[in-house]
């Protein structure tokens, strides 16, 4: 039997998670929370000794491809629609640091 959620749980599991919860929002919170928790209480009542644990549910395979190399863009080509170059590099607006 899962712990039961009441307000104050939820507000310290708000607290926890850094979120600021209005009492109407907490109180809605305990509710899913009391939900979810009967449901896994409800899939704790199934038979799985003879269920091969699994990371999926389905079979997954990489279907990245291989790397092969091909043509590069030339400077010129990769530069041609940047507003602003210099030389070979794309120049940007400083961000970070000092603004001089």
Known sequence: MSPKIDFDLTRHIGLLSRLELSDDEVQAL????AHILQYVDKLQELDTDNV???AH???IHNVLADDVIG???????????????DGDFFKVPKVIGDSQ
């Open 30 to 33: 305990a509710d899913h929370l």
């Open 52 to 54: 091969e644990p699994m």
């Open 57 to 59: 549910a389905v079979a």
């Open 71 to 85: 043509q590069s863009l030339t400077p010129d080509a990769a530069l041609a629609n940047a507003p602003q170059r």
